[in-house]
Nanobody, 126 residues
């Protein structure tokens, strides 16, 4: 059974930082590119960042470029999202997701991803 478990969310003031983690189990981690998405109340789920299965390439939404950094540790079956200079508009539930590496890894379409975590809430206060 595939499981993606996010952690690290919480309440932070604007300008602060958080580091999200996602631990994967039940799958061969290196067969998957990984991504982070977020969903704010009343909005559609949106792409945040993606990372190639080797960890050598990364891809970001324009709204987070320069503030967020995605990384992965294939030895620990984990992917991370370091978030800095947080803004109130970053408030959302953040999800990690696994994308079979036969799929184009820069896709921003949530429907292309194969597995999802349950999400972790991030609240940025002004």
């Amino acid at each position: 059974q595939v499981q993606l478990v996010e952690s690290g969310g919480g309440l932070v003031q604007a300008g602060g930082s958080l580091r999200l983690s996602c631990a994967a189990s039940g799958l061969t981690f290196t067969r998957f590119h990984m991504g982070w998405f977020r969903q704010a109340p009343g909005k559609e789920r949106e792409f945040v960042a993606g990372i190639y299965w080797t960890g050598t390439s990364r891809y970001y939404a324009d709204s987070v470029k320069g503030r967020f950094a995605i990384s992965r540790d294939n030895g620990k079956n984990s992917v991370y999202l370091q978030m800095s200079s947080l803004k109130p508009e970053d408030t959302a539930v953040y999800y990690c997701a696994a994308l079979d590496r036969t799929t184009g890894w820069t896709t921003k379409n949530p429907g292309d991803y194969d597995y999802w975590g349950q999400g972790t809430q991030v609240i940025v206060s002004s």
